[in-house]
């Protein structure tokens, strides 16, 4: 009787060769890249150091595409954007310390936000590891005890012959739901040692399926089912899973409305009679959802942003579709789904009804979206904020369909969480998981490179774009299609207006700041400056023109008023 486990796959004569006679001059880099290659991997991004000297000079042995950055913690966000864009694992090469350390703010962004990152960095010789001071350059007693609070595992390499398996195990966590970057370290004797590992040739690491448990699908599809005004919360969750398809087939057939959380942006179509749009932050929309009787909440936690600064208090049942354990009922109790939304949403399609009560009974679900969202623009229309809304709606002019755009920590960002259009699943992206200043254009970058189709925008603030000023020499370099849309107020705009709100006035806002349009030309990037009146006309320009460009706008814009303060 043969059983499964005693299943084994023999090596071929060819196999059997090339592992008896491997090609001379291979070292554990080697190991790391060929691994990456029978994973499937194409691209990686990085930066090289000295004790990561052995792993950059094995990329030039590889047919690995490599794309250097200027700064550790901008090529992890354009390994971030990769992983958004394609549903890879992008491989973030690093070196020890100070470069690993550099890169801990994109690895949080993108933990926040579930991009699957695949970060390798190098360590110091074997015999420093341990926690004692040998005085290694870069040394630090635990490096990876800087990343475990932040990442999704840690894989730490001793010795050659664990690179493959390390690597493929890294590889399956960031890719099993929910995605995220994780951490594989390996010491610099490991990488530059001669090796006489064969070549590594197998490379299949599944990721784990998360399904829903049974009885809770069955449980969540008779509440919707009978609800009368049942309504659904869409988060990223949905758009990691590429699953907005199954969202749709579910609201449609519950006649449920839809809001996208910001990080669920293009989870649900903008112009659908269900979309209730992004406008979480409004006092109208809070009070729409705090009256749905069942309110279907997937891949999304109901954090700070989602739930209008916490003050979002549901009446009804909650049913929470969530694969991060962590997120599950963490802020609101709930029939907790731990599942990956794609298959939660298809289990409940194939447990409704076709009609479902709520479908048959509830014909004005569309006039009710409709009366929201009225609301909701009568409420910014007496704010006489129309300079912003133009800002927005120039933009979305200039920016074609199915274009990526990705915004940094700025006004005009903040307003397009709630406002912009997508036009488009995966489309839209800002760095509002984790909250910090530099993102936009190196993640754009990687954008750039992972899909070179599109044109691919970036917004800043004059604040958040000295964050990546440097990355105008990697644009350039690999001339990629990234037009950088830069809004100059003379500083950190948001904060100015929280601090003047707060104290009256405002305190370390205010920035020197370089002639943007004269140092993105001392780069070789084509650069203008334009006016609100002039936005749609030359960022059209710009983006239709191939390889890098900058656009810079002065303005000083304002946030629509606060309702969770009400």
Do not use: C
């Amino acid at each position: 009787m043969t059983h499964d486990h005693d299943l084994v796959l023999k090596p071929t004569p060819a196999q059997t060769e090339a592992a008896l006679n491997p090609p001379p001059g291979r070292n554990g880099g080697d190991l790391v890249v060929e691994t990456l290659a029978g994973l499937g991997t194409t691209t990686v991004f990085g930066l090289p150091g000295q004790h990561a000297l052995g792993l950059f000079d094995a990329l030039r042995r590889s047919d690995l595409r490599y794309i250097g950055l200027r700064m550790e913690n901008n090529a992890g966000f354009a390994a971030d954007a990769y992983g958004r864009i394609t549903g890879e694992a992008a491989p973030l090469l690093l070196s020890t310390g100070p470069g690993a350390l550099t890169s801990l703010a994109a690895l949080q962004e993108a933990a926040s936000a579930s991009a699957p990152v695949l970060a390798i960095s190098s360590q110091i010789p074997t015999a420093g590891l341990g926690g004692g001071r040998h005085g290694y350059l870069h040394e630090l007693p635990d490096q990876q005890a800087s990343f475990r609070g932040v990442v999704k595992s840690v894989h730490t390499v001793r010795t050659q012959s664990q690179i493959p398996s390390a690597i493929a195990d890294a590889w399956k966590s960031a890719l099993t739901a929910p995605h995220g970057p994780v951490w594989v370290e390996i010491p610099q004797d490991v990488l530059l040692a001669e090796t006489p590992i064969p070549v590594v040739t197998g490379g299949d690491a599944f990721p784990e399926e998360l399904p829903p448990r049974p009885e809770l699908t069955a449980l969540a599809a008779h509440l919707l089912s009978n609800a009368e005004r049942p309504a659904i919360i869409a988060g990223g969750g949905v758009v990691r899973a590429d699953a907005s398809g199954k969202l749709r087939a579910l609201a449609e057939r519950l006649q449920a409305p839809v809001v996208t959380t910001y990080g669920g942006k293009g989870a649900f179509p903008w112009t659908h009679p269900l979309s209730l749009q992004s406008w979480l932050e409004d006092r109208h929309m809070t009070d729409f959802l705090e009256d749905a009787d069942v309110l279907l909440v997937v891949g999304s936690g109901l954090g700070e942003l989602s739930s209008n600064y916490h003050t979002f208090k549901p009446r009804g049942r909650v049913i929470q579709v969530e694969a991060d354990l962590g997120k599950l009922e963490s802020n609101h109790p709930a029939l907790g789904i731990h599942s990956d939304a794609r298959l939660a949403l298809q289990a409940l399609l194939e447990t409704l009804p076709t009609v479902p009560a709520a479908a048959r009974e509830d014909e004005t679900a569309g006039e009710r979206v409709r009366g929201v969202l009225d609301r909701v623009r009568e409420r910014l229309d007496a704010q006489q904020l129309t300079l912003e809304q133009g800002l927005l709606a120039s933009i979305r002019a200039a920016l074609p369909s199915r274009a990526p755009s990705f915004w940094d920590m700025t006004i005009l960002s903040y307003w397009a969480w709630s406002a912009f259009d997508p036009r488009g699943t995966n489309t839209m992206h800002s760095a509002q998981g984790a909250g910090g200043l530099g993102y936009a254009f190196p993640a754009a970058l990687g954008a750039a490179v992972a899909d070179p189709s599109y044109p691919v925008l970036a917004v800043s603030g004059d604040g958040g774009a000295l964050y990546g000023i440097a990355e105008l020499a990697t644009a350039r370099q690999y001339d990629l299609n990234v037009t950088w849309l830069i809004v100059d107020d003379g500083g950190y705009g948001i904060l100015r207006e929280y601090m003047t709100d707060a104290f009256g006035e405002a305190t370390g806002t205010e920035l020197a700041r370089p002639d943007y349009v004269a140092l993105a030309q001392s780069f070789g990037v084509p650069a203008v400056r334009t006016t609100p009146e002039t936005l749609e006309t030359d960022l059209a320009k710009a983006l239709g023109e191939p390889g890098p460009s900058v656009v810079v706008l002065p303005a000083v814009l304002r946030m629509f008023a606060a309702t969770h303060g009400s």
